[in-house]
């Protein structure tokens, strides 16, 4: 490795050593302990042969994919009692963490802010010590049909509230409980709702009549969660998974009838495609998507005509990858095919292959998002790796290409726009904007006169907003050329950019998903007690574009690696941190990111590491087709089958590159019923950590017996994963409470 880091390392080092570095004590000032051993399961190595090279695996025989072998269990049970005793001694800070988080958000606010539909306002509030949301309506009385929606519209909150759903009692009984697709119907009526108990993500659909409250007897059972209502009121069309969790097949039910009788109307046999499911926002069509990493299919079904076929728009085409929108007699796709950063074309509906660029692509704007209103088209792009909103006015006959749009920009150096969103009819478009120094915030825009209106704001109680330092900043990569975008937070007056603070670096870089940065209420108890919190935007993610992301991805993939190291050099030479001071976090694929780093890193770099639910046994996942997601997974991380691919996964799976040193304290998650990353993945790597390293830091792993991919589903609860997350940090950097 050529990184600074490394000569960073042995100055820094020398310093230490000299005088005995940071306020006279040990890097790590509070090493954790436990009173128990870390447990050791039984070892019953297994060899893996591919291309002439065998791998063992002490642990294979931890991978049970029906979650009930009881040997496993009981180690698993035994990693969370190794875990709260080495954090016994955290408690009090975790309790203090958590009362703080909790006393920070308003309880009783909204969980999602109103949204008109119809004749009705819908939307999701809180009640303080409960645990999920309640779903509700207002009924817009009086209202003139021909009339619409303004930006200056608000919801009567005097206005008789309709209760549609309580998650609370529903999920009684629960550990995990999550609502996924909640779908009125066109005429009001009745209410789709799935959901799920047990985090596997496999629902439970279910019917409600919101006339009488009552629940009809219809259930549908082992859903991807993707649902939509026909215009009659009475067909919906749903998804069902495989034996490996891949949505596979699209089914029709009408009302009254048994599951068992619904057609089975399309199965998607190849196992690289997945499939999703959605109407569009004129309600005239139903989208099927067949989507593999790369490559999708769109077929529409009319929604007046039920008992109709669905139609393919534009047979798939390796590569290219296209989205669309319907408006008048034309669709709209959002397209890559010979447009690396997307472009907008239109075609007649009576020949949707048939297609006319009106906004072309472009090399220094990335198309993300769009939604087409009766008389205007809206963009969410991103220019410079900043999102940006453009309106264009549409005409009845489109001008090609379309005229220069009014674009709209944020003023924040660093912030996210997400849920662009609004009735059809209407010339009310919403969004959704957040930072890492401002809450979540809801924004209507009037598309005739492009004014922006704040309707909602999450409040945050007891909190200083304007304390806190929002930047955007550009690290170089070691290439002397690559210039990494990098998000830092802090809060202003307990900074001091002479590297003595601590520093939380969080990375993802995978699937050209942007990592955008967010506000999130729990980080301010960090911001609070002097941590910087930075987010690297490393190659293998989409903030600058198609090349951005193909640079981070297959025979590329350790950019996203040496990105993260670059932009941490970069924070220690800017001096927002130093070495020995500097965490690191990410979850899932980001966590591939920590276990790669870690092993790259130089001993004693890092005080802390936190892996959530990590994907970090990468090689033996995508060689096995019998794990969920492998075979579409190839697409992004390449395909092991083949030697090049092969030595190259293997060159840098965090699992299989576990080297004899020095580590810092790990944290690592898991989800038992994790679809996603199966559970033996972190369970085996801290195996494995412990067994290598040659240090006494912990290597801990939390299992969330209960839970799946995304961790509890309760927002208390959440807190106090959280809580215990920000303990553990503060405490490898020695801060007290």
């Not at 290409?401 to 009735?423: D, R």
């Amino acid at each position: 490795m050529t990184s600074k880091l490394w000569k960073l390392g042995v100055s820094f080092a020398a310093v230490y050593v000299a005088t005995d570095w940071l306020y006279n004590k040990p890097v790590f000032a509070h090493q954790l302990s436990s009173k128990i051993a870390p447990p050791v399961p039984t070892r019953r190595p297994f060899a893996m042969d591919a291309h002439g090279q065998v791998r063992v695996d002490d642990f294979y025989w931890l991978r049970d994919n029906s979650r009930s072998d009881r040997e496993i269990i009981d180690h698993l049970e035994k990693e969370n009692e190794y875990l709260e005793s080495t954090l016994e001694d955290t408690k009090g800070l975790q309790q203090a963490l958590f009362e703080e988080m909790k006393q920070r958000i308003r309880q009783d606010d909204y969980a999602k802010f109103p949204y008109r539909k119809g004749p009705y306002y819908y939307y999701q509030r809180m009640e303080s010590g409960k645990q999920f949301p309640i779903y509700c309506r207002r009924r817009i009385i009086a209202q003139d049909k021909t009339s619409s929606a303004t930006v200056d519209d608000t919801m009567d909150e005097s206005l008789p509230e309709e209760i549609l759903l309580d998650a609370n009692q529903l999920g009684a009984g629960y550990e995990n409980y999550r609502i996924g697709a909640f779908e009125v119907s066109p005429d009001h009526s009745l209410l789709a709702y799935a959901d799920d108990t047990s985090g596997a993500e496999r629902y439970v659909v279910r019917f409600k009549d919101l006339k009488t409250g009552t629940l009809l007897d219809d259930i549908i059972r082992d859903c991807s969660g993707d649902l939509a209502w026909a215009n009659d009121n009475e067909t919906l069309f749903y998804l069902t998974k495989d034996s490996l969790d891949r949505p596979d097949r699209l089914w029709r039910h009408r009302l009254g009838q048994s599951s068992m009788e619904d057609a089975t109307l399309y199965r998607e046999r190849d196992d690289a495609y997945y499939l999703s499911l959605h109407k569009s926002p004129t309600e005239r069509f139903i989208y099927l998507h067949c989507r593999s990493a790369e490559t999708s299919e769109v077929s529409a079904l009319d929604a007046n005509s039920p008992n109709s076929s669905f139609k393919v728009l534009i047979p798939r085409k390796q590569g290219v990858d296209y989205d669309v929108c319907d408006r008048d007699n034309s669709f709209y796709y959002l397209t890559n095919e010979n447009a690396p950063n997307r472009k907008i074309v239109v075609a007649p509906l009576s020949n949707p292959t048939q297609w006319t660029e009106i906004i072309p692509t472009q090399q220094s704007i990335v198309l993300e998002d769009f939604r087409t209103f009766r008389n205007h088209l809206v963009v969410l792009q991103r220019r410079t790796g900043l999102q940006e909103l453009a309106i264009y006015t549409l005409e009845k006959q489109l001008q090609e290409p379309l005229s220069s749009p009014h674009i709209l920009k944020f003023p924040e150096e660093a912030y996210s726009l997400s849920q662009l969103s609004g009735e059809y009819a209407s010339p009310v478009a919403r969004i959704l904007y957040s930072s890492l120094a401002c809450p979540d915030s809801v924004y209507d825009i009037d598309l005739n006169t492009c004014k922006m209106v704040l309707k909602w704001r999450q409040e945050i109680l007891h909190t200083r907003l304007e304390d806190y330092v929002t930047k955007r900043l550009w690290a170089t990569a070691r290439d002397g050329v690559t210039k990494i975008p990098v998000s830092v937070v802090y809060k202003k007056d307990l900074f001091r950019q002479d590297g003595t603070s601590p520093l939380l670096l969080e990375g993802y870089g995978a699937y050209e998903i942007s990592n955008d940065p967010r506000f999130d209420p729990g980080l301010c108890s960090l911001l609070d007690r002097g941590v910087v919190f930075a987010v690297a935007h490393v190659r293998g993610g989409g903030e600058l574009g198609r090349d951005w992301y193909e640079q981070g991805k297959y025979l590329n993939k350790k950019n996203t690696f040496t990105d993260f190291l670059d932009v941490c050099d970069y924070l220690l030479q800017e001096k927002y941190s130093s070495f020995g001071r500097v965490a690191i976090m990410g979850r899932s694929a980001g966590g591939l990111l920590i276990g790669a780093t870690l092993n790259m890193a130089p001993e004693g770099l890092f005080a802390a590491a936190i892996a959530e639910v990590p994907f970090v046994d990468v090689l033996t996942t995508m060689l096995d087709d019998t794990i969920p997601l492998t075979i579409k997974e190839r697409e992004e991380w390449g395909d092991p089958r083949q030697k090049e691919y092969y030595e190259y996964i293997l060159s840098y799976s965090p699992w299989d590159n576990i080297q004899r040193k020095k580590y810092p304290p790990i944290l690592a998650t898991a989800g038992l019923h994790d679809p996603r990353v199966g559970y033996w993945e972190p369970a085996k790597w801290v195996l494995k950590l412990r067994d290598y390293k040659k240090d006494d830091n912990p290597v801990l792993l939390k299992v969330n017996l209960d839970g799946g991919h995304f961790s509890k589903s309760g927002r208390y609860d959440k807190w106090l994963e959280d809580a215990l997350e920000y303990a553990f940090l503060l405490r490898c950097w020695g801060i007290e409470k």
